[in-house]
């Protein structure tokens, strides 16, 4: 919750995402409870008991509004690009051969962390020059990692499992690469769903290093797209994972991107815009479909095979931000 200093207030949020209460007796807050996760995650799930029976004291309704990332901020965020499939379509559109390695060796940058924002909280934007996207991933929280850790055990170190809006400004992007130095600019603050859950609460949708579920974006109240998180999933989480760790260890509490999910299959849609104006290019010469402007709402949610709102939704609109005088 949006109290408590910047950090926020852990919550328990019970499966119909209706009630909740504050976790403030185990752990103030999400990454105080992944220093100690071993230790803490019992309490939680003794509580999360308690929630769903209707035992908890001091229980409230959730309000998504007042509710941070589930990390306002993180010591590290690693964003892997694990569908080699949209790696493959923006090249193409640019008429770039793509390297083979890029099939065998994962693509990850390391992006701002100091600052996440809400399921609710706007995308600020200065220009819509930039070119605002949004970008639908699936995303992991992990205990410490050892550096050099295999991909197999790497799967052991997956404690929580999300869903996130890795907003990307497309035209100060290009202008960034050609620098040959990375992103800065064009990667502003990431915002992540209400929720996080433990995998054990995705059941037979997740096998331990990915999620068998559709991603659903919906921009301006229509569907953008719904490809499946599991299908064209060129390198799973236990694999990105072993890749960022390689030269280092991984504190808890790093957050660890998919990247755009990506089908090969264009009848299921995008989970970005600049992959619609790809495939727009190569289809028609040239791309239709424009960035987001100022009053777009983009909303991003996974359902279970019962139609339950898993993380909750990330619903955010785009509005002009005006720096100070």
């Not at 990390?71 to 051969?97: C, I, N």
């Not at 995705?202 to 999620?211: E, H, R, T």
């Amino acid at each position: 919750m949006k109290e408590g200093g910047r950090d926020g207030t852990l919550i328990v949020v019970d499966r119909a995402l209706q009630r909740a209460v504050r976790a403030t007796g185990i752990a103030p807050t999400l990454q105080k409870a992944l220093d100690d996760w071993a230790a803490v995650s019992p309490r939680l799930v003794e509580l999360a008991g308690q929630l769903a029976q209707g035992k908890a004291p001091g229980a409230f309704a959730v309000d998504t509004k007042a509710l941070a990332a589930p990390l306002p901020r993180a010591f590290q965020w690693a964003d892997g690009s694990a569908y080699v499939v949209h790696v493959e379509l923006v090249r193409k559109a640019r008429g770039v051969e793509m390297p083979p390695s890029f099939w065998t060796d994962p693509l990850m940058y390391q992006g701002g962390s100091d600052s996440f924002i809400g399921p609710n909280d706007d995308i600020e934007a200065g220009d819509e020059a930039w070119g605002i996207d949004f970008e639908g991933e699936i995303g992991v929280i992990v205990d410490d990692v050892p550096m050099g850790v295999s991909a197999e055990a790497a799967r052991r170190h997956i404690k929580l499992v999300t869903i996130l809006n890795d907003v990307s400004l497309r035209n100060l992007i290009v202008t960034e690469l050609t620098k040959g130095f990375g992103f800065f600019h064009g990667k502003p603050a990431t915002a992540f769903a209400p929720v996080v859950v433990t995998p054990d609460e995705l059941g037979a949708a997740w096998d331990g290093a990915k999620l068998n579920l559709p991603l659903i974006s919906t921009l301006n109240g229509k569907e953008f797209g719904h490809p499946n998180a599991a299908t064209d999933l060129t390198f799973d989480f236990g694999q990105l994972i072993a890749h960022a760790a390689r030269t280092r260890h991984l504190e808890a509490g790093t957050v660890v991107g998919s990247g755009t999910v990506a089908n090969r299959d264009a009848g299921v849609g995008c989970s970005c815009i600049a992959e619609r104006r790809v495939r727009e290019t190569i289809e028609g010469g040239k791309p239709v479909t424009s960035f987001m402007a100022f009053g777009d709402r983009i909303r991003i949610e996974i359902l279970d095979r019962a139609g339950q709102s898993i993380f909750g939704a990330i619903d955010q609109k785009v509005v002009r931000y005006t720096p100070p005088g």
